[in-house]
């Protein structure tokens, strides 16, 4: 929906849409120049892109060929705003799964996973507090605004998290363990 989304602001060639995806996305988001070709060459096989006929290939041999988005690849792409975006529980979450085993091996296991992850987040969201320091506030271009709000959705994922950590703390303290140590 990325590339549709690029292709519906006018017709592009692939490298210059991974180009426009990673400077859109904040430059959080990275992707592979031929994960663009094979998307563009599904989209097209689901009618939702088409190539641009051009009267000279590229000078240098490289696939400068430009697709634009179909009228069936804009519909999809509205259906795509407009639906609301949330994953559905439980998230597959690494972090989740490590806390919950590690409550198998004691309650002390399963603090220390916690503590770890709070430390890491806490120096994470210094980082990244630090680095926006010199946003500008106004008259940003849309690439220093997708940046911007790129950064302040991390920030509050990072702080969500923390919350959810302190939440975390709270339950194994709490609840008794039965079958677990608390070694």
Known sequence: MGLLALLAEGP??????????????????????????????RLRADGLVEPVEVDEPDPAGRDRRPWRITRDGKDALEGWFDEVAVDEPPPRDEF?????????????????????????????ARAERRSRAGV?????????????????????????????????????LSHPLEGATDA
């Open 136 to 172: 500008p506030d106004g008259g940003a271009s849309l690439d220093e605004l997708a940046a911007t709000l790129m950064a302040e959705a991390l920030s509050a994922r990072r702080e969500a998290d923390l919350r959810w950590l302190d939440q975390c703390e709270a339950v194994i």
């Open 96 to 124: 989740l799964v490590k806390v919950l085993l590690a409550l198998g091996r004691s309650r002390a296991e399963a603090l220390a996973v916690v503590d770890r992850h709070r430390t890491d987040l806490f120096r994470l």
């Open 12 to 41: 592009s060639h692939g490298y210059h849409l991974k180009a426009a995806f990673e400077t859109r996305t904040g430059g959080v988001w990275t992707v592979n120049v031929g994960q663009v070709y094979t998307t563009l060459d």
